[in-house]
């Protein structure tokens, strides 16, 4: 054999050691992979939510083709798919509360040469199944200064340009674990990056009480890791098909959109919302309800300033503010709110509380705080009310009651036979308090031409009853209130009943219900003389 061929042969024996090394280098290079992308995600994850990874298993599918070529080109242009299951994170490894963020499956691909570099480069990554849990927010660890700065550094190491989620639930834990937490299914969450460190979103979700199809845009982030509450937050929304059915006494079906920003602590919104059928329960009469509102939001326990809210509620429109809150002792949210409605429709406002059609019109003046203590049962039992109100030009719409008023005002002038004294206006003024659905006055003012009326009672709206008790005023004499003989018969008594300023004083009551109420004289009244013939004047 000469030289020649034996130089030959020992290149061509060294060539294929050196191709069989290669070809051992990359498989094991293609096998260190999976461990390797194992660590560099639980480290991103831990380094940028601050917390401890636990994963139950990950899948590396490397693509096809040559090992060499991979090797060679330093995995550039190489695409690897990570698939994943059972991940979840703990604030600090704790066992004490759920996992503030798990997710079921995933999934994302990798160019495998920037594994290998700073910043690594995810196309995108698919969620699914992902939970996140907000503890309260007096139970929520507070983590070291330098906690946003790690998770700053390791936002800086991995670019994403896209995250999409389905099938997710968030879900605010609340400070007593025997109750159950709020709620929120989102179907779907598309996620891309709006540098610095923030997202932009476009989600659609279930909302939960009352429920209702929510979609929302707008930009979340950067994460705030020490303090989670903090991370900003600001978008739009659109909420549909709300059905306040599910709350004791009331229904409808909500519509609103509006914008809000802030963190998830503190959140600013305002827009408008429309219920077209708005009702209590127990009327059920249909009033359009419309409102501009402004509110502050806890979104990590939903308490809710409102600063103000205009309503509109069939034509009348009033202003309202206050909050929406759970103190520390009650169990459950309560409401309390200033009303002012500085000339209000009294129909609206009848037909919304009553049965039926209302009874009277007219233009209503009202300021009143309302107070909704926690709902655990019906809200027309459990409203309380106290305020003034005042009707302008207010007319009965049921002729039995209109007629008497008008009788009432021709005698009153001493003209009790003029039937040109008909469809008489009247004015109304008092200050009440709604407690358990009966209305207390303590002072209640009815006035029409030649008449006034000063009463203290209350009226039961749950059985429609009313129990008065006060004095009537008129401008005439008792025996101008008469005609033929009963007229002169009472000259002689009119001094009795001339008296605090009136031609005649009379103590009376006034009982029955909203479509029949009965005018009587009060039976503890000390004015007996010619008690009968005057009380003519009021039936």
């Known amino acids: 054999m000469s030289r020649r061929q034996k130089w030959l042969i020992a290149c061509s024996v060294c060539m294929s050691l050196a191709l069989v090394a290669l070809f051992v280098a990359s498989r094991i290079f293609s096998r260190r992979f999976e461990p390797y992308i194992r660590a560099q995600a639980i480290e991103y994850l831990a380094r940028r939510f601050d917390s401890h990874v636990e994963l139950t298993a990950l899948r590396v599918r490397l693509p096809e083709g040559s090992s060499l070529r991979m090797l060679f080109r330093r995995g550039r242009g190489a695409m690897a798919r990570v698939e994943g299951e059972g991940l979840s994170l703990r604030h600090r490894n704790r066992l004490d509360v759920p996992p503030m963020l798990a997710i079921r499956k995933f999934a994302f691909e990798v160019e495998l040469g920037s594994l290998l570099e700073n910043p690594k480069h995810v196309r995108s990554i698919t969620l699914d199944g992902l939970e996140i849990a907000i503890p309260p927010k007096d139970q929520r660890p507070r983590f070291g200064s330098d906690a946003d700065d790690v998770a700053s550094g390791a936002a800086s190491q991995v670019l994403i340009e896209k995250i999409a989620i389905g099938d997710a639930k968030l879900a605010i834990l609340p400070a007593d674990p025997a109750k159950a937490a709020l709620r929120f299914d989102i179907q779907s969450l598309l996620l891309t990056p709006a540098p610095p460190g923030a997202w932009r979103y476009d989600a659609a979700l279930t909302n939960p009480k009352p429920p209702g199809a929510i979609h929302s845009t707008g930009t979340f982030g950067p994460w705030s890791a020490g303090v989670p509450g903090d991370t900003p937050i600001a978008g739009e929304y659109t909420f549909e098909h709300a059905d306040l059915g599910v709350f004791a006494g009331i229904a409808g079906m909500l519509q609103s959109h509006g914008s809000f920003q802030g963190t998830l602590d503190s959140l600013y919104a305002h827009g408008e919302a429309t219920v077209p059928d708005f009702r209590l329960k127990r009327a059920g009469n249909r009033v359009t309800l419309h409102t501009q509102f402004a509110v502050l939001v806890d979104g990590t326990n939903g308490n809710t300033t409102l600063q103000p809210v205009r ?40 037909r919304l509380a009553m049965k039926g059609t209302p009874f009277m019109e007219g233009q209503l003046a009202l300021r009143t705080k309302i107070r909704i203590p926690p709902l655990s049962g019906s809200v027309t039992e459990k409203l309380v009310l106290d305020g003034q109100f005042e009707i302008v030009s207010g007319k009965f719409l049921r002729s039995a009651i209109q007629d008497k008023i008008d009788e009432l005002s021709r005698r009153g002038q001493g003209q009790p036979k003029n039937g040109e004294i008909d469809e008489v206006v009247s004015g109304m003024q008092g200050a009440f308090k709604l407690d358990d659905q009966v209305i207390e006055f303590h002072s209640l003012t009815f006035r029409v031409p030649g008449a006034a009326v000063e009463l203290r009672g209350s009226y039961d709206l749950a059985g429609d009853h009313i129990d008065f008790h006060g004095a009537l005023k008129l401008e005439a004499k008792v025996s101008q209130t008469q005609t033929g003989w009963k007229r002169f018969v009472l000259k002689p008594v009119d001094p009795f009943f001339a008296k605090n300023g009136a031609g005649t004083f009379l103590r009376i009551k006034v009982e029955g219900n909203s479509a029949g109420p009965k005018f009587g004289l009060d039976r503890g009244s000390k004015d007996k003389p010619a008690a009968k013939s005057a009380q003519n004047g009021l039936n």
């Open 311 to 350: 309503v509109t509620l069939g034509n009348t429109r009033f202003t309202t503010s206050g909050a929406v809150i759970k103190h520390e002792k009650e169990q459950r949210r309560s409401i309390s709110l200033d009303v002012a409605m500085p000339n209000g429709n009294l129909r609206d406002v009848l």
